[in-house]
Nanobody, 117 residues
């Protein structure tokens, strides 16, 4: 079965940077679209960024200009580069992929990002 595994979460100071990775057990070509979501304590899960198979990207207004989503097809890995981090970015970040044809969504286990001084 297809699996997604996130890594890279850490404690970082405000204004710092982090890059999250999401490794797929199979080719990223299995997915028509992939994305990053996050859930902060006491909050609902929200979309952070998406990237389609055609490399079109979409970002939440709160992260535009600070975060960049990208994909490395050779490494079957999705990335989220996060710059100018704020305490409000603190959350568990989840990787998502929508499988072609079946349209079934796959989710990673999540990785914790904490922004604090």
């Amino acid at each position: 079965q297809v699996q997604l595994v996130e890594s890279g979460g850490a404690l970082v100071q405000p204004g710092g940077s982090l890059t999250l990775s999401c490794a797929a057990s199979g080719s990223v070509f299995l997915f028509s679209v992939m994305g990053w979501y996050r859930q902060a304590p006491g909050k609902e899960r929200e979309l952070v960024a998406t990237i389609t198979s055609g490399s079109n990207t979409n970002y939440a207004d709160s992260v535009k200009g600070r975060f960049t989503i990208s994909r490395d097809n050779a490494k079957n890995t999705l990335y989220l580069q996060m710059n100018s981090l704020k305490p409000e970015d603190t959350a568990v970040y989840y990787c998502n992929g929508r499988q072609r044809l079946t349209l079934h969504d796959f989710w990673g286990q999540g990785t914790q990002v904490t922004v604090s001084s």
